[in-house]
T-cell receptor, first 112, second 111 residues
Framework: EAAVTQSPRNKVTVTGGNVTLSCRQT?????MYWYRQDTGHGLRLIHY???????QIGDVPDGYKATRTTQEDFFLLLELASPSQTSLYFC???????????FGPGTRLTVL | GDSVTQTEGQVALSEEDFLTIHCNYS??????LFWYVQYPGEGPQFLFR?????EKGSSRGFEATYNKEATSFHLQKASVQESDSAVYYC??????????FGTGTSLLVDP
């Protein structure tokens, strides 16, 4: 079974702070995704990637950068965190077109 | 753009009740449709998928049938259990590389 891990699991920062969320998948999947989950909005796609060095813009990219350093590792960067970015963040991976996505356990980020 | 509508934000049932969670979509082309389930404290998990008109997807007693004419993919289960309490997400994939999710339906089953 595909394994997706995220770190940290919880993070508290202040407005204007610099935050990096990490995601690693060990199933050799090509595609990786970052979502945020908010009540009333469900899951919204921030950025995604189909391989090392590749980055695609999702549906809610403002205020976020991302980098895919290897096939396994995908990072989400908040360089000037704002309270509106307080949310539950999920990473996911997928092997091929229309295949299921495997989600990590999530990172809860609070921006004070 | 593509969108998924789940009309029920919350559903409360008793054990052995029949469940229906409505899902309608709007998309160009011929999307694949998915259901995911999310238990408290976990990430969403794939439940099942359907890729063509009239195809039925099913898993763990849940099922849904792709209806292209009605643009629907309603989730049903004949007899729910307390352990089915979770948030259920309908989603579509139109270009093969990303999912568009609905806002989710929280199911609470009383024992």
């Amino acid at each position: 079974e595909a394994a997706v891990t995220q770190s940290p699991r919880n993070k508290v920062t202040v407005t204007g702070g610099n935050v990096t969320l990490s995601c690693r998948q060990t199933n050799s999947h090509n595609y990786m995704y970052w979502y945020r989950q908010d009540t009333g909005h469900g899951l919204r796609l921030i950025h995604y990637s189909y391989g090392a060095g590749n980055l695609q813009i999702g549906d809610v990219p403002d205020g976020y950068k991302a980098t895919r350093t290897t096939q396994e590792d995908f990072f989400l960067l908040l360089e000037l965190a704002s309270p509106s970015q307080t949310s539950l963040y999920f990473c996911a991976s997928r092997g091929g077109s229309y295949a299921e996505q495997f989600f990590g356990p999530g990172t809860r980020l609070t921006v004070l | 753009g593509d969108s998924v509508t789940q009309t029920e934000g919350q559903v409360a049932l008793s054990e052995e009740d029949f469940l229906t969670i409505h899902c309608n979509y709007s998309a160009s082309g011929y999307p694949a449709l998915f259901w995911y389930v999310q238990y408290p404290g976990e990430g969403p998990q794939f439940l099942f998928r359907a890729s063509r008109d009239k195809e039925k997807g099913s898993s763990r007693g849940f099922e849904a049938t792709y209806n292209k004419e009605a643009t629907s993919f309603h989730l049903q289960k004949a007899s729910v259990q307390e352990s089915d309490s979770a948030v259920y997400y309908c989603a579509l994939s139109n270009m093969g590389y990303k999912l568009t999710f609905g806002t989710g339906t929280s199911l609470l089953v009383d024992p």
